[in-house]
T-cell receptor, first 114, second 113 residues
Framework: QQQVKQSPQSLIVQKGGISIINCAYE??????FPWYQQFPGKGPALLIA?????SEKKEGRFTISFNKSAKQFSLHIMDSQPGDSATYFC?????????????FGTGTQLKVEL | DAGVIQSPRHEVTEMGQEVTLRCKPI?????LFWYRQTMMRGLELLIY????????DSGMPEDRFSAKMPNASFSTLKIQPSEPRDSAVYFC???????????FGPGTRLTVL
């Protein structure tokens, strides 16, 4: 059962452009929504995360937009750079009593071209 | 901090052989997770432990897979007997509980011939 749906599967963006990755979830009990970044040959690493009590969170060039009523959230990468080329995973979990068990989306391979 | 340590980094074995993957979580972290990553299925949670106790093993694909955490600083994932469809990258991650961020190890790339 796929509880977190992620799109697109792959994305090519020109340097300086905006990268947008979308996710949708089904379980309304989820209360923590992180994005992980994975470079080839490495494990995923936390990039940015949001709780459902806010609609947006920004850290540098990375922004999460969250729409609770639509059960959707997205990652925006502003001024995309070649070093951002990686696979991005959205995820969701239930923090309280949920054991921090993450449900991951299927991943988006981002390539930023010069 | 050394981060999550996994060994071996690469494992090539033949079908039917026993495979043991090892993980050392970050010191002080009390929850540990085992994941499997493939192109077809993405990142799948296999099992996780809280305070060395298995909490949810619903992701373990079949009885050929088993995991143990004998103490707070060591865990193993064993596959016996291994099959070619087990070929994947296996990740271990740890987290403080309560806590938000899972820290992943570098993974073990398993190839079963």
């Amino acid at each position: 059962q796929q509880q977190v749906k992620q799109s697109p599967q792959s994305l090519i963006v020109q340097k300086g452009g905006i990268s947008i990755i979308n996710c949708a979830y089904e379980n309304t009990a989820f209360d923590y929504f992180p994005w992980y970044q994975q470079f080839p040959g490495k494990g995923p690493a936390l990039l940015i995360a949001i709780r459902p009590d806010v609609s947006e969170k920004k850290e540098g060039r990375f922004t999460i937009s969250f729409n609770k009523s639509a059960k959707q959230f997205s990652l925006h990468i502003m001024d995309s750079q070649p070093g951002d080329s990686a696979t991005y995973f959205c995820a969701a979990s239930i923090l309280t009593g949920g054991g921090n068990k993450l449900t991951f989306g299927t991943g988006t391979q981002l390539k930023v071209e010069l | 901090d050394a981060g999550v340590i996994q060994s071996p980094r690469h494992e090539v074995t033949e079908m039917g052989q026993e495979v043991t993957l090892r993980c050392k979580p970050i010191s002080g972290h009390n929850s540990l997770f085992w994941y499997r990553q493939t192109m077809m299925r993405g990142l799948e949670l296999l099992i996780y432990f809280n305070n060395n106790v298995p909490i949810d093993d619903s992701g373990m694909p079949e009885d050929r897979f088993s995991a143990k955490m004998p103490n707070a600083s060591f865990s193993t994932l064993k596959i016996q007997p291994s099959e070619p469809r087990d070929s994947a990258v296996y990740f271990c991650a740890s987290i403080t509980n309560p806590g938000n961020t899972q820290y992943f190890g570098p993974g073990t790339r398993l190839t079963v011939l």
